[in-house]
């Protein structure tokens, strides 16, 4: 019997045949496949728009299919059938020399197009013979039409993306094992979405550090567990590396993994188990380290002194070990930046996109550091750098949006913004920047109806009680500007601005001229920098004057020209030096000159951080630090 020839035909490459097994399997109305195959090729090779193409014809939303229409025309802009698909879908105009697809010619698929609107599907399907490169072209263009005709006329807002790069990211520097996995995303995403389809397999896949293949009777059980690994299926992972533990009773990489399996499944009890029985096996072993602490992170929000040590230890022990672990830099760095400790954050992400210059979380991470630092600017370079790396990382969004936000491009903030919250409807976090850009825009309407959201998903949010309550501020409501302020408070004690804030609010109230001298009392041993010191003698002065006190006033009025060079913006400069001298003479100061003294920092460019006097009716300073995450 002649032995079968398996070889693939001349005319066709590996790609070619996973592309028609898409295909078939869009033909046949499994989406989910199709889909699985199609986001394997574009982890190789995301610069075809052919593959997008057809990815758009697997997809579940219209949303979805736009966005693999949009990145393929920018890949080709003279792709006919990404370019007929976007003029279907009302992305866009229509040319008159883009003759429409003739309505007689055979539409072999058209029943498989997956079209959530359809209400009915015609039976049957013919397959078309001939050159397989062909066939995929008229099915592209085939089943663009049939998209379009259900999806004429949706409306859309044109989302821009940067055209996508191809960099592999290896984190660490054990010898990885070919098996890919997405790089993991802080910010969770919706079921089904694209993001989730694609977030960093497309764009960053990253070698798993500790993959280390297993000889013998361990071989098939560590395969399958590496598989279930990229498919996230847990549980799977648990019992095969247990296997492979069994048959290798010295494989810490193997328990390493099972611990992996229960954090990722939340199970972070469990998980510091497996990390320890690890390091018992391997105390050399770099990622067990870093396993346990993201478990001790993750279980305890509000660490104890006990577990602040622990936490610490164990992420200086991952990067003792091996130096060049980016992951271990990158998962510090986060932790300072949630610790309050922006400076030595930013230390060890740099570290890490030294190691790791193509992961986007480090770039992410990065760009949230700069904000905290105020290097708004800086900040805005690494989420642009970070979404180019990766356009379907969702924090990504996020973070360029505060970074925009930071540097005074509101448009294009709340552009990006309100594109996240399609895909991530339930994240307080990026309610509050809207909000912050809404208010920074003097659309306020808009900020507190976000700032709403925000609050009813964590009533905890000190930041989104404290923007509302500036929102009020600019609404001349001071009564409720006063009560948020108050909250920002009890869920930030440390707070100078929410403190200063409720200050304000009294202040604005009348005869709360004492009450706010109380509160900004209170709030002094809160103040921590120049500008901070700035904006506490600027308000006591106000206080003290409006409860008759103006020669005491005098003392800060004195204090705020003694502030360094450029801590004190002009007007306040202006108004500083008027009231030194006039409060200097040896005639007192009248009733009227005092009832002059209303200016108050105005909200500013958000890349500064020197308060400036605020137009009326608002009393409000714009605070100037970038809000933390």
């Known amino acids: 019997m002649a032995q079968e020839d398996t070889s693939l035909p001349p005319e066709l490459s590996a790609e070619d045949i996973m592309l028609q097994k898409a295909v078939d399997a869009i ?13 394997r090729l574009l982890k190789t090779n995301q610069n075809n728009p052919t593959i997008w193409v057809w990815l758009s014809a697997a997809m579940e939303t219209n949303k979805e299919r736009l966005y693999c229409l949009q990145t393929a025309y920018k890949l080709d802009p003279t792709n006919s059938a990404a370019k007929r698909g976007l003029v279907l879908m009302g992305a866009l105009p ?10 007689n010619h055979p539409r072999p698929w058209q029943d498989k197009v997956k ?13 078309i013979t001939g050159n397989p490169l062909f066939r995929i072209a008229a099915l592209v263009l085939v089943g663009l039409l049939c998209l379009g005709a259900v999806a004429g006329g949706f409306a859309i807002s044109a989302r821009l993306q940067p055209t996508p790069t191809r960099r592999p990211v290896n984190v660490g520097t054990a010898t990885p094992s070919a098996t890919m996995i997405p790089l993991r ?18 764009y960053t896949p990253t070698a798993i550090y500790a993959a280390t293949e297993h000889a013998d009777v361990a071989r098939d059980s560590y395969r399958a567990a590496m598989s279930a690994y990229q498919k996230g299926q847990w549980d799977t992972v648990a019992i095969m590396m247990y296997q492979v533990a069994t048959a290798h009773p010295g494989s810490a990489d193997a328990l390493y993994f099972v611990g992996e399996s229960y954090r990722q499944s939340g199970k972070y009890d469990q998980a510091l188990e497996a990390y320890q029985d690890a390091i018992d096996i391997n105390s050399n072993f770099a990622p067990s380290y870093l396993g346990m602490a993201e478990s001790l992170i993750a279980l305890n929000p509000k660490p104890k002194p006990a577990t602040i040590k622990q936490i610490e230890t164990a992420l200086a022990d991952a990067i003792d070990i091996d130096p060049n672990f980016a992951a271990a830099y990158l998962e510090r760095g986060l932790y300072l930046l949630k610790k309050g400790d922006p400076l030595a ?17 480090v770039q992410v991470a990065l760009a949230r550091a700069e904000l905290a630092l105020g290097n708004n600017q800086e900040a805005l370079d690494a989420a642009l750098k970070a979404n180019q790396q990766d356009v379907t990382m969702l924090e990504g969004y996020l973070v360029l949006g505060m970074a925009y936000r930071a540097n005074g491009k509101i448009d294009e903030a709340v552009r990006i913004l309100e594109m996240y919250v399609d895909y991530e409807p339930t994240n307080p976090e990026v309610y509050t920047i809207l ?4 208010y920074n825009d003097e659309n306020y309407n808009d900020a507190i109806d976000v700032l709403n959201r925000a609050i009813k998903l964590d009533k905890t949010s000190s930041e989104a009680y404290y923007w509302r309550g500036e929102t009020y501020m600019a609404l001349e409501d ?10 920002s408070l009890i869920d930030a004690p440390t707070s100078f601005k929410a403190g200063l804030g409720i200050a304000r609010a009294m202040l604005k109230q009348e005869d709360g001229g004492g009450n706010a001298y109380d509160q900004i009392m209170k709030t002094e041993k809160l103040a921590k920098t120049d500008e901070e010191r700035v904006q506490l003698y600027y308000y006591r002065a106000l206080a003290l004057e409006a409860i008759k006190k103006p020669l005491v006033a005098y003392k800060d009025w004195k204090l705020l020209l003694e502030m360094p060079e450029g801590t004190v913006n002009e007007e306040i400069l202006a108004i500083a030096v008027a009231r030194v001298k006039e409060l200097a003479t040896p005639v007192p100061p009248t009733a009227t000159a005092s009832a002059t003294i209303t200016a108050s920092p105005t909200r500013q460019p958000t890349k500064t951080m020197t308060p400036t006097p605020t137009r009326q009716p608002s009393s409000t300073p714009k605070p100037s630090s970038t809000p933390k995450p």
Do not use: H
């Open 27 to 39: 033909e046949q109305a499994k989406y989910a496949d199709a889909r699985e195959i199609l986001t």
């Open 435 to 438: 909000g912050i850009a809404y």
């Open 94 to 103: 229509a040319e008159e020399n883009v003759q429409p697809f003739p309505m």
């Open 345 to 361: 954050a930013q230390m060890d992400l740099d570290q890490a996109a030294r190691i790791s210059p193509d992961s986007p979380s």
């Open 115 to 127: 079209i959530t609107d359809e209400k009915e599907k015609p039976t049957g399907i013919r397959r």
């Open 185 to 202: 995303s802080a910010t969770p995403v919706p079921p089904g979405s694209l993001s989730e389809l694609l977030q960093g397999a497309a």
């Open 478 to 487: 001071y009564e409720r500007a006063q009560a948020d302020f108050a909250q």
